[in-house]
């Protein structure tokens, strides 16, 4: 099946201090998502993002499908940034079901 | 628009009984899905609806699994003779597959399930 490679696994910044993420897949997608897990554990939907580049805030994010992969970034960092950062994608032609890597797990410091 | 609701938040349970878990999505949204997530992992597949009709099961949802959407809205997901390995958290989705198939995703709280 696809594999969905995120790194770095581990994360611990200073508040104020800048970040990227990156997500890595094997296969080519039609549909990449990222989503923040809260420490409550709540997966919010941050960016739909296949292809092309976001912005929403201090967070962006940009896909480069043709070298699949796609980075996450989150400026000005703030403690409630905490948690878990998931990349999840749907190979194109292949079963429906969106494909979760095994997460950035960020911790903003005060 | 209230979002995905889960209930119950909470289930303890002994080895060996059934355990029923129920999904309200977003209203107006015609897909479902169903997630795993055990600690420290991404959330795993177990299945998903569009309207009522379950049209992909993971390999992960074994015959003691079933889930149903009668009606197109909420869903419910059963586990029978529960194991200590079912022990995680049981995460429901829901999103609108329309013509423009820019799909997103939205998760409720889970229900985090303890097999003793």
């Known amino acids: 099946g696809i594999q969905v490679e995120q790194s770095p696994p581990d994360l611990i910044l200073q508040e104020g201090a800048n970040s990227t993420l990156r997500c890595n897949f094997s296969?080519?997608?039609?549909?990449l998502q990222w989503f923040h897990q809260n420490p409550w554990g709540q997966l919010i939907n941050l960016f739909y993002?296949?292809?092309g580049t976001k912005q929403n805030g201090r967070l962006s994010a940009t896909t480069v499908a043709t070298e699949r992969y796609s980075l996450l970034y989150i400026s000005s960092s703030q403690t409630t940034d905490s948690g878990v950062y998931f990349c999840?994608?749907?190979?194109?032609?292949?079963?429906?079901?969106?494909?979760f890597g095994k997460g950035t797990k960020l911790t903003v410091n005060p | 628009d209230t979002g995905v609701s889960q209930d119950p938040r909470h289930k303890i349970t002994k080895r060996g009984q059934n355990v029923t878990f129920r999904c309200d999505p977003i209203?107006?949204?015609?897909?479902l899905y169903w997630y795993r997530q055990t600690l420290g992992q991404g959330p795993e597949f177990l299945t998903y609806f569009q309207n009522e009709a379950q049209l992909e099961k993971s390999r992960l949802l074994s015959d003691r699994f079933s889930a149903e959407r009668p009606k197109g809205s909420f869903s419910t997901l059963e586990i029978q003779r529960t194991e200590q390995g079912d022990s995680a958290m049981y995460l429901c989705a829901s999103s609108f597959l329309g013509g423009a198939a820019n799909e997103k995703l939205f998760f409720g709280s889970g229900t985090q399930l303890s097999v003793l």
């Open positions: 993002i296949p292809s």
């Open positions: 209203s107006e949204h015609n897909r």
């Open positions: 296969d080519s997608v039609n549909n």
């Open positions: 999840a994608i749907r190979r194109q032609g292949g079963s429906e079901k969106l494909v």
